[in-house]
């Protein structure tokens, strides 16, 4: 199921320490509930798992900064969800339900026992919708600048007015959106070049197709729904995160990062990863950790 880290000798005529390296990912595929293939990969090991789930028009790789450094102590699992990376793309409805079933799929193929999901932007109501599915499994959820305020209701018409622009022109307003998600200036100036690439290569149709959904979502539901801890990493910039109104319809809680825009797992990594790795041991409580 996941592969364990492989350790190299960097001087086999020395009695300097070996060093770890992260093994390669192990790759596979599974159907979701309509099947569509999912591809997804896993590293790492221990009675935990952390399932990183991507956001609109994105896809696993943009948690390339955490996959290895948590799979020292848990099993890591990062998938492309439908429409996105390499996963298939013949679906009818592009619906966040259809999304969280990709998720449990391949959890339930992997046997994960217990889990937390990790999700980013709209992979948080993903998250939410994987974790009504499985209650006996997931733990938590750690949302990743997303689910600031449950209670915000998008206009539809202005939501439209958007898609439209999309419509005309889905490179030239990818690529504004995309710059809008970062501060000025960025801590890596090639960041945004590499984010807005990555995303407006996304298949307009089917991008445009999830989005238009997006205002019909009940997020009160949702949350109450998934029935589990949420612990949100969130930007100061892209919006005020309402934790006591949030925590009408759930166990919310969340901590905010300072100077940093929409990705904030790419652009700060190591100060995102102190916070994830906080939250995921106040999900997990006593449960016993991997030895290293």
Request: charged content about 25%; overall charge negative; glycine content about 6%.
């Amino acid at each position: 199921m996941v592969l364990p880290i492989v350790l190299v000798c960097l001087g086999c005529a020395s009695d300097e320490p070996v060093e770890p390296v992260p093994a390669t990912p192990a790759v596979a595929t599974v159907a979701s509930a309509d099947g569509v293939t999912i591809e997804y990969e896993t590293r790492g090991d221990g009675p935990l798992a952390l399932v990183f789930i991507h956001g609109w028009m994105c896809d696993r790789t943009h948690w390339r900064h955490q996959l290895d450094v948590f799979a020292e102590e848990h099993a890591v699992v990062a998938l492309d969800l439908a429409g996105h990376g390499n996963s298939g793309t013949d679906r009818a409805d592009w619906t966040i339900d259809r999304f969280g079933a990709d998720v449990q799929a391949v959890v339930e193929a992997l046997d994960l026992p217990r889990v937390i999901l990790v999700a980013h932007s709209m992979g948080g109501q993903v998250a939410l919708t994987a974790a009504a599915g499985m209650a006996d499994r997931v733990l938590g959820i750690v949302g990743v600048d997303t689910l600031h305020n449950v209670e915000i209701v998008i206009d539809p018409d202005r939501w439209d007015q958007m898609m439209s622009m999309y419509e005309a022109d889905f490179a030239g307003t990818c690529n504004n959106f995309a710059r809008a998600m970062f501060p000025e200036p960025t801590e890596d100036p090639e960041l945004p070049d590499w984010v807005r690439e990555n995303m407006c290569d996304a298949d307009p149709q089917i991008s445009i197709a999830i989005a238009r959904q997006m205002p019909a979502l009940d997020h009160p539901a949702l949350l109450e729904a998934a029935s589990v801890p949420v612990r949100c990493i969130n930007s100061v910039k892209t919006g005020v995160t309402e934790i006591e109104t949030n925590r009408k319809y759930g166990d919310y809680d969340a901590v905010l990062m300072e100077g940093v825009g929409h990705f904030v797992m790419l652009e700060r990594p190591e100060e995102f990863n102190r916070l994830l790795a906080e939250a995921v041991e106040e999900l997990t409580g006593a449960i016993p950790q991997k030895s290293k």
